[in-house]
Nanobody
Framework: QVQLVESGGGLVQAGGSLRLSCAAS????????MGWFRQAPGKEREFVAR????????NYADSVKGRFTISRDSAKNTVYLQMNSLKPEDTAVYYC???????????????WGQGTQVTVSS
């Protein structure tokens, strides 16, 4: 059974930090790339960051570059998203996803978590 389970969301003031975790099990951790996406109310789901299991390649959306850091712990089959200097516009449901190819397009990712809410107050 494939599972991606996110945790770590919550309410934080602007300028604060949160760390999201995504624990992968089943076939999800055999995918090449793990990604974080987010979706705010009334908006489309957007790419945030991605990382490859094998080489640790990372890539970020321009809106989070320099503030967010994606990392992985292969021994724990877990991917993290450290979010610093949070802004109100970062408020969204954050999703973890796994896919076979290294790109930022949601259609590439065939396993998704249930999402975790991040709310940043001004």
């Amino acid at each position: 059974q494939v599972q991606l389970v996110e945790s770590g969301g919550g309410l934080v003031q602007a300028g604060g930090s949160l760390r999201l975790s995504c624990a992968a099990s089943g076939r999800a951790f055999n995918r090449n790339t793990m990604g974080w996406f987010r979706q705010a109310p009334g908006k489309e789901r957007e790419f945030v960051a991605r990382i490859t299991w094998s080489g640790g390649y990372t890539n970020y959306a321009d809106s989070v570059k320099g503030r967010f850091t994606i990392s992985r712990d292969s021994a724990k089959n877990t991917v993290y998203l450290q979010m610093n200097s949070l802004k109100p516009e970062d408020t969204a449901v954050y999703y973890c996803a796994a896919g076979p190819r290294n790109n930022p397009y949601p259609g590439n990712y065939d396993y998704w978590g249930q999402g975790t809410q991040v709310t940043v107050s001004s």
